[in-house]
């Protein structure tokens, strides 16, 4: 009885000790957020005082509205473009990934193995390494920009919308994460919807997409998130101010507001913030796509 008792108290002090780990961890992870959006409710002689004040004296909303209206208004059209970008780019990559990751898990054709082997292949280069091809592909596409059928004369894809979303669209990771849940759907779906003479098409989004929503919408809400916080491409691949998307804004912004570190809080905490909410509506779904992906291989 001892024994068992002893075992007892010891179990719940290893997960008193484990919980009190995790408490420590997530604190420290989420210090940095609360900082920036403490400060960003700071006055400027405020944030420059030492010793430096956590909770802010004065709570100066206004921060918001002077960062949001530096430079020049453009922060809206920097929310925007980014909007255009995210958006777009997020229900294309969809449009093109699901019916991808449909054909190497219900068709049966000679070459399938190897054409997912080539898709699981490109996620190991590395992103530096194509942003070159894709600049030049993209400035020498025919027809496009004033380009002629040599893909000369013009500017292509560069500095437009296009631009920022086309090498993203047929993603590899996102196949593969769609793949994997559609492989923990149990096969008798597809059989019964034979035998009631469903066509592939009508089995993918009658039966197959409503079954695998969790990975849909994870799967959707990591691309919208990689698009959002695009900062790389867009700026290699645009010039014009006013196709900037909201992470290039912010990167001008820094340069432009230098000390004014209260204007750049407020900034960056209306930068993540549409992340943030999005992911709280969203993390059920997500939740159950991250633990559905990995059942079967």
């Not at 019916?99 to 280069?125: D, Q």
């Not at 091809?133 to 920009?145: C, D, E, K, Q, S």
């Amino acid at each position: 009885m001892q024994g068992w008792i002893g075992a007892h108290w010891s179990s719940k002090a290893v997960w008193a000790l484990i919980t009190g780990v995790i408490a420590i961890l997530a604190i420290a992870a989420m210090f940095p957020f609360v900082w920036m959006l403490l400060t960003s409710l700071k006055t400027a002689e405020e944030i420059n005082r030492m010793p430096p004040t956590l909770i802010p004296e004065l709570w100066n909303f206004r921060n918001y509205t002077d960062a949001w209206n530096k430079p020049e208004s453009t922060f809206g059209q920097y929310f925007v473009n980014t909007i255009i970008v995210a958006g777009l780019g997020t229900a294309l990559q969809l449009l093109i990934c699901v019916p991808i990751a449909y054909s190497v898990t219900h068709f049966y054709y000679r070459s399938k193995s190897f054409i997912f082997l080539l898709v699981v292949t490109t996620m190991m280069i590395p992103y530096d390494v194509t942003i070159v091809p894709n600049f030049v592909t993209l400035r020498h596409i025919p027809w496009a920009g004033g380009n002629d059928w040599l893909g000369t004369g013009g500017q292509g894809f560069y500095d437009s919308y296009m631009g920022m979303i086309l090498p993203f669209l047929a993603d590899a990771f996102s196949i593969f994460l769609l793949r994997q849940a559609f492989l923990s759907i149990p096969r008798e779906y597809w059989e019964a919807a034979q035998t009631d003479g469903m066509s592939h098409w009508r089995y993918l989004w009658t039966v197959l997409l409503p079954l695998a929503l969790p990975a849909i919408v994870t799967t959707a809400l990591l691309a919208f998130i990689g698009k959002w916080n695009g900062v790389m491409w867009p700026l290699l691949i645009t010039s014009s101010e006013s196709l900037r998307p909201i992470q290039v804004g912010l990167l001008y912004f820094v340069s432009e507001e230098g000390p004014n570190y209260h204007h750049l809080m407020a900034a960056a905490t209306f930068t993540i913030a549409p992340i943030l909410l999005l992911y709280v509506f969203a993390q059920r779904w997500f939740h159950q796509g991250i633990a559905s992906t990995g059942l079967k291989g």
